[in-house]
């Protein structure tokens, strides 16, 4: 089961195939990811990601971290899961259960602190009563647009002196506890975003499944049994 939650309560609930019915729902655009190698530099020329203080280059292996890494990832599949796989069919199964919230009059400034802090890149809103009223993305409290222009500094401090609710997605999408993943995973192509709060009928938040949860779920769990 879906809903669909703004400043004034419930203005959906119904199945996947008719979320999409829904007026105020748009699919939301994206900033694709920056470019991380000059147009003439090859794969293996490409920098790999590596952490702060670790060499790119492993001194042993002679490869870069990114390959190493997904080479033993690979590896360890030979050995299979270290625990009896439980299959997963429905939210509750695979959702975090302390989403982190902030309130709909926070500075976007103060926003952006409480993301970082948590290493999260959304946050539901929940109104004076902890009922969802939106979704916080971090793409859209620092739109990309603003920052290389000359003269967009003033332009982005405006922008972090908004209050939340100025810059939220709302009304937005949220999801039963007992929906089926394949739905939630087909809402998620749909719409563009992120991820979805998770409520009940009245909009009390439960907790939150992003495609980072399902994704994770695939990989660590049962990456057969998921769609069973």
């Known amino acids: 089961m879906f809903f669909v939650f703004g400043p004034n309560g419930q203005i959906f609930r119904g199945p996947a195939e008719r979320l999409g019915q829904v007026a105020p729902v748009r699919r939301v655009q994206r900033t694709q990811a920056l470019r991380t190698r000059t147009a003439d530099s090859t794969p293996d020329e490409a920098p790999p990601f590596a952490a702060p203080g670790v060499n790119a280059t492993d001194a042993?292996?002679?490869?870069?971290?990114r390959r190493r890494d997904a080479v033993d990832a690979y590896r360890s599949t030979e050995k299979g899961p270290a625990q009896p796989r439980q299959?997963?069919?429905?939210?509750?199964?695979?959702?975090?259960?302390d989403a982190v919230t902030v309130p709909p009059d926070m500075g976007v400034n103060d926003a952006w602190r409480v993301l970082a802090e948590h290493g999260i890149s959304?946050?539901?809103?929940l109104d004076a009563g902890t009922r969802l009223v939106g979704l916080l993305l971090r793409a859209d409290m620092a739109p990309l647009e603003l920052l290389p222009e000359p003269g967009a500094v003033k332009d982005a401090i405006a922008l972090a002196r908004r209050p939340v609710r100025e810059v939220m997605i709302s009304p937005v999408p949220a999801v039963a506890a007992d929906t089926d993943l394949r739905r939630v995973a087909g809402v998620l192509l749909e719409t563009g975003l992120p991820g979805l709060p998770v409520t009940d009928d009245e909009g009390l938040l439960s907790g939150f499944i992003s495609r980072t949860d399902i994704l994770r779920a695939v990989t660590s769990d049962p990456p057969l049994d998921l769609w069973s």
């Open 87 to 97: 299959l997963l069919h429905t939210v509750a199964d695979v959702m975090s259960r």
């Open 60 to 65: 042993h292996a002679g490869q870069p971290l």
């Open 122 to 125: 959304q946050a539901p809103v």
